[in-house]
């Protein structure tokens, strides 16, 4: 057994960047991508460019992962000589995930499971993983992690740009009425998700460039908080622009230890559509 030793499991939609759960040997369980006649594993038998190439055809479902697919994570888990790990998922309020890997964590009693809700979505979820596995590198006890994980998620948060209101419309995030509104005067919001974990309109900003800018400007305010930070520049399909963002605010943000970036899950891709811009922000004390 690697008893000194503490696995650390995540969910598709933290959107942990591929080369960081290699350096880290995370687990993934995936959620699903489903069509009228076919369902795939997020990340594992379908890529954001593919949810992308089939929206002439029609915009998919989302689920959480199947009980099945996600017990068989755990049990790879014990198989590979662990017998405590560290459950890292999506925010409660967003999806059912947690509740499921609570369910089946408790039904495994050789694997003493730490769950650690992040109350974020994408890259905000993603942070908090990092962190966790960085403080695990470090030598950082089973209990240590206990104590710390809900902080580490109440020092992150994730900004969204959406180029489009549709997709959030058509997956029954905003109202018709909301969608309307905003796309005759092309108001843009900024969102991000609350203590509760869900999802809420932080500010809105006429047209593209002013709702990007106004997505800074939070993270800027939300890093003045602490002494350090790590932040963390995600796109779905607008990957220009997310070079343009890190850039700029790396030129106006100090105390900045580490940079991460990369793409959205395809679940993420579903809900957001083409042209998403996310900012994710965690102070350290």
């Known amino acids: 057994m690697n008893a000194s030793r503490i696995a650390l499991v995540v969910d598709s939609c933290t959107d942990v960047p591929p080369e960081d759960i290699d350096r880290y040997g995370m687990y993934v369980v995936p959620l699903q991508v489903n069509y009228e006649h076919e369902s795939f594993l997020d990340k594992v038998t379908i890529t954001p460019q593919e949810v992308y190439d089939r929206f002439s055809r029609g915009?998919?479902?989302?689920?959480?992962?199947?009980?099945?697919?996600?017990?068989?994570?755990?049990?790879?888990?014990?198989?590979?000589?662990?017998?405590?790990?560290?459950?890292?998922?999506?925010?409660?309020?967003l999806s059912a995930t947690y509740e499921l890997m609570r369910s089946l964590s408790t039904g495994m009693p050789e694997l003493d499971c730490c769950?650690?809700?992040?109350?974020?979505?994408?890259?905000?979820?993603?942070?908090?993983?990092?962190?966790?596995?960085?403080?695990?590198?470090?030598?950082?006890?089973?209990?240590?992690?206990?104590?710390?994980?809900?902080?580490?998620?109440?020092?992150?948060?994730?900004?969204?740009?959406?180029?489009?209101?549709?997709?959030?419309?058509?997956?029954?995030?905003?109202?018709?009425?909301?969608?309307?509104?905003?796309?005759?005067?092309?108001?843009?919001?900024?969102i991000s998700c609350n203590e509760a974990?869900?999802?809420?309109?932080?500010?809105k900003a006429k047209g593209r460039r002013q709702s990007l800018k106004?997505?800074?400007?939070?993270?800027?305010?939300?890093?003045?908080k602490f002494p350090?930070?790590?932040?963390?520049?995600?796109?779905?399909?607008a990957a220009d622009e997310a070079v343009e963002v890190k850039a700029e605010l790396a030129s106006r943000m100090s105390g900045v230890q580490l940079?991460?970036?990369?793409?959205?899950?395809?679940?993420?891709?579903?809900?957001?559509?083409p042209g998403l811009i996310g900012i994710g922000v965690q102070g350290e004390c």
């Open 259 to 273: 940079w991460y970036e990369g793409q959205i899950s395809p679940v993420l891709v579903v809900h957001t559509g």
């Open 214 to 224: 106004k997505a800074m400007q939070c993270v800027e305010e939300f890093a003045a």
């Open 197 to 203: 974990g869900v999802y809420y309109t932080v500010t």
């Open 115 to 190: 769950l650690v809700d992040t109350k974020n979505i994408g890259m905000g979820a993603g942070l908090v993983a990092l962190a966790i596995a960085r403080r695990l590198a470090e030598g950082a006890s089973f209990e240590d992690i206990k104590r710390e994980g809900d902080q580490i998620a109440k020092n992150t948060r994730v900004y969204f740009c959406v180029d489009t209101l549709e997709y959030l419309r058509k997956g029954g995030r905003i109202g018709e009425v909301t969608y309307r509104v905003g796309s005759l005067l092309d108001m843009r919001p900024v």
């Open 228 to 237: 350090r930070s790590t932040v963390a520049v995600v796109n779905g399909d």
């Open 59 to 93: 915009i998919p479902t989302t689920s959480t992962p199947t009980p099945a697919v996600a017990r068989n994570v755990l049990e790879r888990v014990v198989a590979d000589g662990y017998d405590r790990a560290v459950i890292v998922t999506i925010s409660s309020g």
